[in-house]
């Protein structure tokens, strides 16, 4: 999937903030795409850091941080509240820490496929609300 059109500067940094990476529209929800890229942690948390220093960030409907180098769930996540797509398969996570997804309520699609996930703390998957 790719993201299909730039948004107004006043939902997404300017592009020259987030290169290697994409914010706008796809099919009519925000999306930030940032996958099959090989970025490790420190690169993507600087990259979702500069993404919710803008306001309108909840707003932001799916994220794509798919085939990095991810070791682990990137915290700023939790700042993503209406969230309802969010891929971080192929990644190399190890461990989903309790609280994880806390303040995701409407997240409806988790991909995490393909990673090294050998641990699951209790509580990880907390205030994710049941789809109905």
């Known amino acids: 999937m790719t993201v299909s059109s ?5 939902i997404c940094p300017p592009s020259t903030d987030l290169e290697p990476c994409r914010c706008g529209y796809l099919f009519n929800r925000l999306a930030f795409s940032c996958y099959d890229r090989g970025l ?10 500069q993404f919710i220093s803008t306001p309108g960030v909840g707003a932001l409907r799916e994220l794509y941080l798919w085939n990095n ?6 915290d700023q996540i939790r700042h993503f509240t209406e969230l309802d797509d969010m891929d971080l398969s192929w990644n190399e996570i190890r461990l989903v820490k309790k609280g994880s997804f806390n303040l995701i309520q ?3 699609r ?17 205030g994710i609300r049941p789809a109905v």
Do not use: C, W
């Not at 180098?69 to 990137?74: C, E, F, Y």
């Not at 990673?115 to 907390?126: H, L």
């Open 6 to 10: 730039v948004l107004p500067t006043d």
């Open 40 to 49: 490790g942690d420190e690169k993507i948390s600087q990259l979702l850091d």
């Open 69 to 74: 180098n991810l070791t682990r769930i990137p």
């Open 106 to 108: 409407h997240l409806e």
């Open 110 to 126: 988790l991909l995490l496929y393909n990673n090294m996930i050998s641990s699951i703390e209790s509580g990880a998957f907390n």
